[in-house]
């Protein structure tokens, strides 16, 4: 528990942003905290937007502060030289998993007590976070489109077309072959398209 305090601090204390994140991550491993604090200030936005497409909804500052305490404590295990932020993107994807397992067996609960006459479960939080990547008018819908994919076909465009993935970093983040990524990401944009506007191709497309 101690660690997830000291994150919290430290985030918020003086951030030597100029230094890589090579040079972070080596001084994190020595137990130099303002140097993660720089790696958490750049990349919590992404982490976070993660977390809310892929599923965490309004519990995705739990999540993302999750994810950042595993990272900081099995820093050992990064390998020296590859991107820092494919490697937290893949914690942050796991701790998401995690939350809508966990989720799904509230929800289960919660609709065997409502038939006994209990509360109905809560409901889903509406909104979004602000996504570049489609125009303002269309990001709700969007959201709710994506939210509705099987899961794995989520996640690939989530990679992709959300955070700005390559192949090869989706693959690292998702722990999928490349070729399952493509496949993925090619039905993705199929069944999206059909539930955006129906007949006309969706607003997610790379230039």
Same mark, same amino acid.
């Given at each position: ?39 958490? =200030?750049?990349?919590? #936005? $992404?982490?976070?937007? %993660?977390?809310?497409? +892929?599923?965490?909804? !309004?519990?995705?500052?739990? /999540? ?71 125009? =303002?008018?269309?990001? #709700? $819908?969007?959201?709710? %489109?994506?939210?509705? +994919?099987?899961?794995? !076909?989520?996640?690939?465009? /989530? ?49």
């Amino acid at each position: 528990m101690a660690a997830r305090g000291v994150v919290r601090v430290r985030v918020f204390g003086r951030v030597r942003s100029a230094i890589d994140d090579t040079e972070a991550v080596t001084r994190a491993r020595g137990g130099d905290l303002d140097a993660y604090a720089v790696l958490v =200030a750049r990349y919590t #936005a $992404r982490a976070h937007r %993660a977390a809310f497409v +892929l599923g965490a909804g !309004e519990e995705a500052d739990d /999540v993302v502060q999750e994810a950042f305490v595993k990272a900081f404590r099995h820093l050992s295990r990064f390998r020296a030289g590859e991107p820092f932020g494919p490697w937290l993107l893949r914690i942050v994807t796991n701790e998401t998993r995690n939350l809508t397992r966990s989720r799904r067996r509230r929800t289960a609960l919660a609709l065997r007590l409502a038939r006994l006459g209990a509360a109905d479960p809560a409901g889903e939080a509406a909104g979004g976070p602000d996504i570049e990547l489609v125009a =303002a008018e269309q990001r #709700a $819908r969007l959201l709710d %489109a994506v939210q509705a +994919l099987p899961e794995a !076909e989520r996640q690939a465009l /989530v990679c992709r077309y959300f955070l700005d993935l390559s192949e090869a970093e989706t693959a690292q983040v998702l722990g999928w072959p490349l070729g399952s990524v493509k496949s993925r990401t090619s039905r993705g944009l199929t069944r999206l398209r059909a539930l955006v506007v129906p007949g006309q191709q969706a607003q997610v497309c790379r230039d």
